[in-house]
């Protein structure tokens, strides 16, 4: 017999949440008759047409009170399905590892949630706060429909939020990992025209050229960084700024110069990066290239809005405690990627991004995504002491 846990996981997997099409109303329906069951109030929240949002509220005792947010997304990121070793959609379970899409990012920690609340309300269990569970859509997309939006709208402003959790990683230790904090996304534009021709002469100016510039000016302060990251042990992939070249295009075939080339950059920069003297320094390196090469910032976040681990700081203190009540040893870091926490954080909203996951390897978004279900299963024996420390805090 599969415990109960297990299986609903399971089946939440089995849900194509997948982008670009992710099957958005299947999974609202599979997660609204759990919060049934369980006897929480809902509603769905309709921001977008095409992405509802799921929103179940368990009652406190004071409902007055700044609420406590468990926040998860729904929609995956695509698969190279023939590099799995089972359909990722199929939820295979072998040995004790179930592997799917999700399973890390972030399936588990939505149905831990849900599994931890109805233990403690089975045990007849009542926190002073309300909790307030949010299911989004459009996270692996950048969440501007699906978070942001939320943040704008009214039913927002009612929830009356005064701390919430988000996903975290994995941690292949025996350790938690908890992110205080998230690199900012920056996603950079570079557009270089030149003088075109045919393919066999020596032509000055060509766009190819200047794009040779911006792309050294750019890797070599790739190489800075990760020179710095690998010379410091007490430096984490957060504290540093990456940047990855991830896209070019132009030219018309290959016997022509073409006339312009574009190049993409992916650049992740760490909060404690002074953002003027950084966005000044991109600028520059285009301007070196040409005069005519044109910039553009397709994504540019410049919040640098960081949670507080001190001692003394309400969450924090309720969040640390219950971590030790549970035995777990705990590193605090900067997130190195984007998750919807950055959008709440902006709001003025003490967050933090947590996943009950140690001794496994970070395989979000990657092949033969798994968890093992003695790890997941624990994950909801961690919930269930920490969601009441927070919600009675």
């Not at 699906?146 to 025996?174: C, H, I, R, Y």
């Not at 066999?200 to 710095?228: C, M, N, P, W, Y």
């Not at 390196?285 to 553009?296: H, I, M, N, R, T």
Request: with cysteine; proline share 5%; glycine share 6%.
């Amino acid at each position: 017999m599969e415990d109960s846990a297990v299986d609903c996981f399971r089946q939440y997997l089995r849900i194509k949440t997948v982008q670009p099409k992710p099957d958005y109303y299947g999974a609202i329906e599979f997660l609204q008759k759990i919060v049934t069951d369980i006897g929480l109030e809902h509603h769905i929240i309709q921001v977008d047409a095409e992405r509802p949002i799921l929103v179940a509220t368990w009652i406190g005792k004071e409902p007055s009170l700044p609420s406590i947010l468990l926040n998860s997304h729904t929609d995956v990121v695509p698969v190279y399905a023939d590099q799995w070793k089972y359909d990722p959609f199929e939820a295979i379970k072998e040995e004790g590892r179930i592997y799917g899409r999700g399973t890390q990012d972030m399936k588990c920690v939505t149905i831990q949630y849900l599994k931890a609340i109805q233990r403690l309300k089975e045990k007849g269990i009542q926190t002073k706060r309300t909790i307030h569970l949010t299911f989004m859509p459009d996270e692996e997309v950048g969440g501007v429909l699906g978070m942001q939006a939320f943040l704008k709208s009214n039913e927002w402003k009612k929830l009356n939020v005064g701390f919430a959790l988000d996903e975290g990683l994995a941690n292949p230790t025996e350790k938690f990992t908890v992110f205080y904090g998230e690199r900012m996304p920056w996603w950079v534009k570079v557009t270089c025209p030149g003088n075109p021709g045919h393919g066999s002469r020596f032509i000055e100016g060509t766009a190819a050229e200047k794009l040779h510039l911006v792309i050294g000016k750019f890797l070599d302060f790739r190489q800075q960084e990760k020179s710095r990251l690998e010379a410091s042990p007490n430096l984490t992939l957060g504290d540093v700024t990456t940047v990855n070249l991830t896209k070019i295009e132009g030219g018309v075939q290959v016997n022509v110069v073409p006339l312009e080339l574009t190049a993409y950059f992916d650049i992740r920069v760490t909060p404690t990066t002074d953002l003027d003297e950084m966005e000044k320094q991109i600028y520059e390196w285009c301007k070196e290239a040409g005069s005519d090469v044109q910039l553009e910032f397709l994504q540019i976040l410049k919040d640098q809005t960081l949670t507080s681990t001190e001692p003394g700081n309400v969450w924090w203190d309720a969040f640390s405690s219950a971590c030790q009540a549970q035995k777990m040893e705990i590193q605090c870091e900067i997130f190195p990627a984007a998750t919807d926490s950055r959008f709440l954080r902006e709001v003025g909203l003490p967050a933090l991004g947590f996943s009950p996951i140690n001794q496994t390897p970070i395989l979000l978004h990657d092949h033969n995504e798994f968890l093992d279900e003695s790890v997941f299963l624990r994950g909801i024996d961690i919930y269930e002491t920490i969601i009441p420390s927070l919600a009675n805090a």
